[in-house]
């Protein structure tokens, strides 16, 4: 099954990747590639057997509602590029996700 | 052509908890930004999310108390998508297998009541906060991580409404339901309860759905009105000019009192969802959903009939009084103290509504008491005061909290019965009006009322009507 470069560019995109036109081939390929073996993957016969997220059935932990303490802010902020007062400081963004 | 709308709303409910939906950090607003975070709500490589017991609670009542039916081994997904105010770049959210399906809420419109069909409930995270920069700053947005994390259920109603005024009745329906159950503070303005609406309109009788656009950033129920009514005759007029309505996400502008098109933002929409492999299938036993459905309150329909039921009020006292489960309590208190449910319900949805409203305020925040009213209604029973004199001590009580026999005394309200020193009053106006007194003995027998503001101007309203009618009516015969 082939990956067209379009599909690829789709996906480079939500991903927020910038491919030059060789890696845009190079990916069509193997990403085709992939695909392919999934296809294989279907030819097994499934039938009975649920979706399989979690292959082992252990009980889901809870938390209890307790407030634990946050980091400082500081802290918090250490790791970022830009920041000013407190905030994370970032590219003007109108609009929504 | 007549058109009718179809309208299906998305309501987010930031739930009260007091730490957030996978870590312990606390959700508190109005803090210092960045200040309730750590490396699980910040995504930082490695870190685990751990589900909180009381956020999975809080969303299995508002399940139940909507009749919804709860899957017991529901998923958590991955929403992807890129956004400052989402620090993993995806959302924890649920996909296939929400918490729950099915459901439904009743509404009342115009005296027509209906049922509005729920999807689907299912427990999320809710992003972070973006400040958008102003001046200098302009070409920058800010980011405060605090809400990062907070746990919220999304309720997805059916597109079972047809009119801004549904729209509105549902969104206060589910509201009144969240407020009972106590699991949301339902504060439109600091965002605690968001509202979204797929609109789409079709020629009335028809069957198919037209193409719907999604409304987004309508904060307040006025906003909500208003942005359905303009998108509605929004999407009319282009039909009706021959046109198509897109398929498109569209904000609600309330200064300019218009939806305005995010065009562009599409391919933003493939969130490429996939179960979240950190989190297991969350259970839900049988045992504590019993537990949960077995402590969940009355809730504000069933109070309503109940309250027609048993203190036999008209319906729609019984829905006002009921809105509020604070209110309907109070409601409840003061007619054990003073067993006259329609007196009592009349003063509250005059006098006590009037002062909440004005004020903004919850019953429980002010400092009236049942008690308080109820001594109030007494003293007009008993002739101490006038029923106009108890408004003007309502008042002061209202603002005060002091006992109303007390207010009475202080500011010498006391009404005034007392034949002998009404009689002087009641001459003394006679002997004032020659001209009226003439046209009254000549059979204008209405100037009766104007004699008895004459008096009630004198006594500052004290006087006791009955008794000044009275001596009226002997002094005139």
């Known amino acids: 099954m082939g990956i067209t470069r379009e599909e690829v560019r789709h996906v480079a995109f939500l991903a927020r990747l910038e491919l030059t036109p060789e890696e845009e081939e190079l990916y069509s390929e193997q990403l085709a590639r992939i695909i392919d073996y999934m296809e294989k993957l279907k030819e097994l016969d499934t039938t009975g057997i649920g979706p399989t997220t979690h292959p082992i059935p252990t009980p889901n932990p809870y938390r209890e509602d307790k407030v634990q303490p946050s980091i400082p802010q500081e802290e918090a902020l250490r790791n970022a590029p830009d920041k000013e007062r407190g905030f994370f400081k970032v590219p003007r963004i109108i609009g929504e996700g | ?477």
């Open chain 2, 1 to 477: 052509m007549e058109f009718e709308a179809v309208i299906g709303l998305e309501i987010h409910a930031q739930l009260r908890t007091e730490s957030k939906l996978f870590c312990g950090c606390s959700t508190r607003f109005g803090s210092e930004p960045n200040t309730q975070v750590c490396p699980v709500c910040l995504g930082m490589p490695g870190v685990l999310p751990v589900l909180n017991r009381r956020a999975v609670e809080y969303a299995l009542k508002m399940a139940l108390a909507t009749g919804c039916r709860v899957n017991t081994n529901s998923r958590f997904a991955r929403k992807n998508y890129f956004y400052p105010d989402l620090p993993k770049g995806y959302q924890i959210s649920q996909y296939e297998l929400p918490l729950a399906e099915k459901g439904e809420v009743l509404i009342e419109v115009e005296g027509r009541r209906k049922r509005v069909g729920i999807t689907r409930i299912h427990l999320e995270e809710d992003a972070g906060k973006l400040v958008h920069g102003e001046g200098a700053d302009s070409r920058y947005s800010f980011v405060d991580l605090n809400r990062a994390g907070v746990p919220l259920i999304e309720i997805v109603t059916e597109p079972d409404i047809r009119s801004p005024d549904e729209a509105v009745a549902t969104l206060k329906a589910l509201r009144d339901i969240l407020l009972y159950l106590e699991i949301c503070d339902c504060n439109m303005e600091e965002g605690s309860l968001r509202c979204d609406a797929n609109v789409s309109v079709r020629p009335t009788g028809e069957t198919t759905f037209g193409t719907k656009t999604e409304v987004k950033n309508m904060n307040s129920f006025r906003f909500l009105r208003n942005a359905l009514e303009y998108e509605i005759k929004r999407q009319i007029e282009v039909i009706e000019e021959g046109g198509k309505v897109v398929q498109e996400t569209r904000l609600w502008d309330p200064s300019r009192g218009v939806t305005v098109s995010m065009r562009g933002k599409e391919e933003a929409h493939d969130y490429r969802y996939f179960p979240e492999p950190d989190l297991l299938p969350v259970p839900v036993e049988e045992g504590w959903l019993e537990e949960i459905k077995g402590g969940l309150p009355e809730l504000p329909a069933e109070k309503a009939e109940r309250f027609v039921r048993e203190y036999g009020l008209p319906p729609y006292d019984a829905g006002v009084l009921t809105a509020s489960k604070h209110l309907a309590l109070f409601f409840e208190e003061c007619v054990r103290l003073y067993p006259k449910p329609k007196v009592v319900s009349n003063w509250i949805m005059s006098e006590v509504l009037k002062e909440l409203n004005r004020e903004n305020k919850d019953i429980k925040d002010s400092s009236l008491t049942p008690d308080l009213l109820a001594s109030l209604l007494k003293l007009i029973d008993e002739g101490v005061i006038s029923g106009k004199i108890g408004k003007t001590v309502f008042e002061e009580v209202y603002r005060t909290g002091k006992d109303p026999r007390k207010v009475v005394e202080e500011k010498g309200l006391v009404q005034i019965a007392d034949r002998d020193a009404l009689k002087g009053i009641v001459e003394e106006v006679l002997k004032t009006h020659p001209a009226q007194v003439e046209q009254y003995r000549k059979g204008k027998e209405g100037l009766i009322g104007f004699f008895v503001g004459q008096v009630m101007k004198k006594t500052q309203g004290r006087a006791n009507p009955k008794v000044v009618n009275e001596l009226l009516r002997e002094a005139l015969s």
